[in-house]
């Protein structure tokens, strides 16, 4: 059973990493990446959790912006967690953050929206990537709006007016950046619509010449028609395809190992890193 994309406290999960490794466990999960959004930082934690039946895939999720403005996430997997370009990379994403949601704090509270900086942080678990779900978590602690899934509907959703992007590589330098560390690059749930605006088939091509590995095909935000268009485009660029769970604790209803990847499709993924980089014990 192989789950290839989870958060944890380290972006905007509720669950630490350790905690984690050993809901997977329990779960029967066998192969299990660790994806935080730009960041790296509960790697050693997770590492510290393993068991022999379970192996660990390190990752993060890139957070992307094509130059038309389209957000994208692409899942980098195995790559060198010293590579400095990389760690750069996610480094400038975390910190474009903060001002960024000072920003939406402003709209949001210009708006008489109850609503502060502080709010947000203490909603916040320490070292986190700071992203629109602890801004949610925050409006829902303040009792703006009920639950996550509320504040995301309306006031939080990429076309609301109180939204504002960070700093963020495009797809085709994140590509770059993961694969000259090593690691493989898979485009995470590229037709989830529901987020917004989303890339075209058109757009596979440039990312294949940039070196993108796989496709997220299997994930919940996709429906049966988008998962069978990406299988086709895979098929013809020889990508490989993933799915998973996309795991973020109670902050979302995505259940671990909702979805899975495909023995043979992850067997040819792990050989294109450049070293063996999966963790067991
Ligand atoms: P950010 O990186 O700060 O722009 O926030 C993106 C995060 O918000 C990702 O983890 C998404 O999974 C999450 N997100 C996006 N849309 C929704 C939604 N409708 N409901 C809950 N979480 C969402
Ligand atoms: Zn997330
Ligand atoms: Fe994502
Ligand atoms: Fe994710």
């Known amino acids: 059973m192989i789950d290839l994309h989870t958060h944890t406290t380290c972006s ?6 350790f905690s984690l490794v050993k809901k997977a466990l329990a779960a029967g999960i066998t ?8 960041s790296t930082a509960g790697w050693a934690e997770a590492v510290t959790a393993i068991q022999p039946q379970i192996e660990l895939v390190l990752g993060a999720e890139v957070s992307c912006l094509t130059t038309d403005g389209i957000s994208v996430h692409m899942l980098g997997l195995l790559f060198d967690g010293e590579d400095r370009e990389m760690q750069q990379m996610l480094a400038d ?5 903060l001002p960024r949601m000072r920003k939406m704090v402003e709209l949001l ?3 008489g929206i109850n609503i502060s900086l502080d709010d947000v942080y203490r909603a916040t678990p320490e070292g ?3 992203g629109r779900p602890h801004l949610a978590d925050a409006l829902v602690a303040n009792g703006v709006v009920a639950s996550r899934d509320e504040a995301f509907l309306d006031l939080l959703n990429n076309d609301s007016k109180y939204y504002v992007t960070h700093a963020a590589p495009t797809p085709e330098d994140a590509i770059r950046t993961i694969r000259k560390a090593g690691g493989v690059a898979v485009i995470a749930h590229p ?3 529901r987020r917004g605006q989303t890339i075209t088939a058109s757009t596979f091509a440039d990312l294949v010449a940039a070196g993108l590995n796989g496709i997220e095909v299997h994930h919940r935000d996709q429906n049966a028609q988008e998962q069978e268009t990406l299988i086709a485009i895979a098929r013809e660029l020889s990508l490989v395809t993933t799915g998973s769970s996309d795991y973020h604790g109670t902050g979302k209803l995505n ?4 979805n899975t990847t495909h023995q043979a499709q ?6 294109l890193a450049n070293a063996r980089r999966v963790v067991k014990k």
């Not at 994403?93 to 953050?97: C, L």
């Not at 992850?266 to 050989?271: A, K, N, V, Y």
């Open 12 to 17: 905007d999960g509720t669950d630490s990493p």
């Open 31 to 38: 192969t299990l990446a660790i994806t935080d959004h730009d």
């Open 93 to 97: 994403s975390r910190d474009t953050r």
């Open 109 to 111: 509270s210009a708006d």
């Open 128 to 130: 986190a990537t700071v």
């Open 191 to 193: 037709f989830a619509s």
């Open 255 to 258: 259940g671990l190992a909702e």
């Open 266 to 271: 992850w067997e040819q993924l792990e050989s």
